[in-house]
């Protein structure tokens, strides 16, 4: 199976707007749910935004609803999180990921199995 990688982040001012992309998606990749998981530094790691293979309807962080959007373009066996209206506290690593977790461990990091490497984002003057 291919890596994961992650790209587009980097340094935005607060409100501003970034699209991570996550490539290598293709069908020896993905499994039953993919999203974007988040880790600040002396945090834990936690879910961002996750949407089924099979289903366009995806759950987001409280935190990111309204302001943050999951989506694919299987053409391009790529996921994207387009993040709208940047806070500081969305300062973190950002992670693509895919695996099959049970539905009270889907927002459990350690429930997926294939990761990529993170794409720094950072939200500041």
Known sequence: QVN????????VQPGGS????CAGYGPSTSRHTM???RQAP??????????SRNSDRPLYLDSVKGRFTIS????KN??????????????AVYYCTTGTPILSNRFNPQ?????????????SF
């Open 78 to 91: 790529t996921m994207y999180l387009q993040m709208n209206a940047l806070k500081p506290e969305d300062t």
């Open 35 to 37: 999203g974007w998981f």
């Open 111 to 123: 429930a997926y199995n294939i990761w990529g490497q993170g794409t720094q984002v950072t939200v």
């Open 42 to 51: 002396g945090k834990e790691r936690e879910a961002v935004a996750l949407i």
């Open 18 to 21: 970034l699209r991570l992309s």
């Open 4 to 11: 994961l990688v992650e790209s587009g982040g980097g340094l």
């Open 72 to 75: 694919r373009d299987t053409a």
